[in-house]
């Protein structure tokens, strides 16, 4: 008996200009890697999740970075 594999729905989009997704992104904006079957489970456990943490789209870090400098 085979148990069925969750696989969330991973975004492909680069991220926009100054957002958060861009400052965090790692490599070239529009290529990615998605966690394997291995560190995906690995990554639920540690933090504690179940594959409904990851069937809802949550903030994903689209939000514009805003900073005012600070005069001294």
């Known amino acids: 008996m085979t148990k069925?594999?969750?696989?969330?729905?991973?975004r492909e989009t680069p991220p926009a200009e100054k957002s958060y997704r861009s400052?965090?992104?790692?490599?070239a904006p529009a290529e990615y890697k998605h966690p394997n079957k291995k560190l995906f489970?690995?990554?639920?456990?540690?933090?504690?999740?179940t594959d409904d943490d990851f069937k809802t789209n949550?903030?994903?870090?689209?939000?514009?970075?805003?900073?005012?400098?600070?005069?001294?």
């Open 58 to 72: 949550r903030a994903a870090g689209d939000e514009t970075v805003n900073f005012k400098k600070r005069q001294h």
């Open 4 to 10: 069925n594999f969750f696989e969330p729905k991973w």
């Open 23 to 27: 400052i965090f992104k790692w490599g």
């Open 41 to 49: 489970k690995e990554i639920k456990e540690q933090f504690n999740l």
